[in-house]
């Protein structure tokens, strides 16, 4: 039965070391939201540019136990 038990986050990854997951719950019950927390470090400080990153949440969720979600930033250096 769906919601039955509370969702948990086993692990939450990103495939770009300029995004890095500060903090995220450990779990969540049916009808509640929480918050991921990501830190974006520009690669670079003397110019512009655009980072991306896909963010992946690893669950226990039986039908999908990963969700997985695109992050862009983009920067600019106020050196000039």
């Known amino acids: 039965q769906p919601g ?3 969702l948990s986050f086993t692990k939450v990854t990103s495939t ?6 500060v903090s995220h719950p450990p779990y969540l019950f049916q ?3 929480g918050a991921i927390r ?4 520009a690669p670079s400080a003397s110019r512009n ?6 963010i992946s949440i690893f669950t226990n969720d039986p ?3 990963v969700y997985s979600f695109r992050l862009r930033a983009r920067y600019r250096s106020d050196w000039w």
């Open 16 to 21: 770009n070391r300029a995004f890095s997951v």
């Open 63 to 65: 039908t999908k136990p």
């Open 38 to 41: 990501v830190r974006f470090r």
């Open 4 to 6: 039955s038990i509370p």
């Open 49 to 54: 540019g655009r980072s991306v990153s896909r």
């Open 31 to 33: 009808g509640t939201s």
